[in-house]
């Protein structure tokens, strides 16, 4: 077995621009122009990675960040794949949380309760862990894999990486943009070797994506 490196990236700021009078509940929409900035400032900090593949949701928040991402990674092949989408990672149970946390949970419909934490069970068996070498790895190098997701799952695989109680995905918030790496080795745990990682954005382009009463 050889030692992955995964590295997992949110997708940039979304354009909320007219949502108000959409009156949908789940926006499906594109990068801002901070969205796309924090891209392109990505892409150069990951340019010339070895990059075995990139993988990211259908959602076009997470498409265009991959795809202004992958750009700067020329001959490395790219897959869109449900297992990087948003999804509710786990059904936890809201006794004892704080009332905000109760609340959010319950907006989470019975099917999204269900399906999001298979899913993500696919994405943690497909995602983490060390891999077998193949003929297109560099004998010594790690695999390495890009992830463009969204918070929760990023989230989710911070909290299994440190086999960390279940509800404590809960209130792990990411930058939009952030980098966060995972070393998974054959002879011992998972290593966290970044997270929430934001050194390629100026500061103008850091805390979007988090809580309104986040400080910088």
Known sequence: MRTRLLYLVRHGEQDLTGYAETGSTEP??????RGRRQAALLAERLRGRPFAA?????????AQTAEVVAAALPDVPVYVTELAGDHLPHDTDPT???SAYAEFLAGFSTA???DGPRVTAEAVRRFT???APDDAVVVG?????LVV???FLIAWLVRHALDAPERRWLGSNHHNAGLTVI???PAGPPNLIAVNDVAHLPVELRGTGLPPDYLV
């Open 28 to 33: 499906d929409t594109g990068l801002s122009e």
């Open 54 to 62: 990139v993988h990211h949701g259908p959602l076009r928040r997470a």
């Open 96 to 98: 004892g949380l704080p």
């Open 112 to 114: 999204e309760r269900a």
């Open 129 to 131: 862990g060390p891999v």
């Open 141 to 145: 190098e790690p695999v390495r894999e």
């Open 149 to 151: 997701t969204h918070t």
């Open 183 to 185: 070393r998974y080795s």
